[in-house]
């Protein structure tokens, strides 16, 4: 029993790390699962592999649940408020987004531009710029991925929960911002 317990921790570590964006929280996660096996009745199990499995998922599960619960705790007005609040977004919007747009090809740059920046809905892009629907949602997610793939290459980014992102740094000096 604890040779196969021992067997799956490593594989079970690599499992949570894929879905958790910090290692010190995949360490402890994976602590937490082994801690809840402990405690379980583990002999009633029949496929433990199955069963540590399980258990580490609802652990997950919890671990985002949490950190949404203190993510809305602290309020976006503590940092930023009315006026204020719209410069600092229009600022990361200039220094951080548009000059990557910019860097993408001219079919998904004008595309992502009045998608994502303007809040153009993909039919009106359509309509607007003559193509069809499907031709314009499909070029909005290979734009999406461009983007995405520009933002990884120059930068390191830190994401909570769905994604959001928490934090970012430059790792790529040669990145083309036009400021810091």
């Known amino acids: 029993m604890q040779n196969q317990i021992k067997d799956l921790y490593k594989p079970l570590f690599l499992f949570i790390k894929k879905r958790v964006n910090s290692f010190e929280d995949a360490e402890d996660l994976t602590q937490e699962v082994f ?17 540590v499995y399980t258990i580490a998922k609802n ?12 993510t809305e705790e602290v309020s976006e007005s503590l940092f930023f408020e009315g006026e204020e609040k719209e410069n600092a977004v229009e600022e990361l ?19 992502i531009q009045l998608s994502e ?13 003559d193509m069809n629907y499907v031709t314009v949602r499909s070029k909005v997610q290979r734009g999406r991925k461009k983007l995405k793939d520009l933002f990884t290459e120059c930068c390191t980014i830190i ?5 959001s992102i928490l934090e970012f740094e430059n790792k790529n000096t040669n990145c083309k911002r036009d400021c810091e």
């Open 35 to 51: 801690l809840k096996l402990s405690k379980s009745n583990i002999d009633a199990v029949k496929n433990i592999k199955s069963w």
């Open 59 to 70: 652990t997950i599960t919890d671990y985002y649940r949490s950190n949404k619960r203190r």
């Open 93 to 111: 919007s200039n220094c951080c987004i548009t000059p990557f747009i910019k860097q993408l090809p001219k079919e998904y740059h004008t595309i």
């Open 117 to 129: 920046i303007e809040g153009v809905s993909q039919k009106e892009i359509a309509a607007k710029l």
């Open 159 to 163: 994401q909570g929960g769905k994604g």
